[in-house]
Nanobody, 124 residues
Framework: EVQLVESGGGLVHPGASLRLSCAAS????????MSWVRQAPGEGPEWISA????????YYDHSVKGRFAVSRDKAKKLLYLQMNSLRTDDTAVYYC?????????????????WGQGTQVTVSS
């Protein structure tokens, strides 16, 4: 059974940091590219970050570049998103998702597996 299980969300003040984790099982994590996608209340899903299967090449949407950092631990089958300098407009449900290596990260329809999401709320 394929599983992607996110954790680490919560309620924080603006300027704070959070680290999200995503535990993967049931598929070839080491050969999959991975992304973080978020969905704010009343909005559609928004791709924000990706990391290639090799773990070296990363991509970020302009809205999070310089504040967020994606990483992965192949041995533990974990995906991370370090989020710094959080803003109120970062409030969303954050999902991890897997797609075939080399696919177009921005095409959400190409993702093969999705987690259930973890809520991040940034509020003063």
């Amino acid at each position: 059974e394929v599983q992607l299980v996110e954790s680490g969300g919560g309620l924080v003040h603006p300027g704070a940091s959070l680290r999200l984790s995503c535990a993967a099982s049931g598929f070839s994590f080491e050969s999959s590219d991975m992304s973080w996608v978020r969905q704010a209340p009343g909005e559609g899903p928004e791709w924000i970050s990706a990391i290639a299967s090799g773990g070296v090449v990363t991509y970020y949407d302009h809205s999070v570049k310089g504040r967020f950092a994606v990483s992965r631990d192949k041995a533990k089958k974990l995906l991370y998103l370090q989020m710094n300098s959080l803003r109120t407009d970062d409030t969303a449900v954050y999902y991890c998702a897997a797609l075939a290596s080399g696919s177009n990260y921005c095409s959400l329809g190409l993702y093969e597996y999705w987690g259930q999401g973890t809520q991040v709320t940034v509020s003063s």
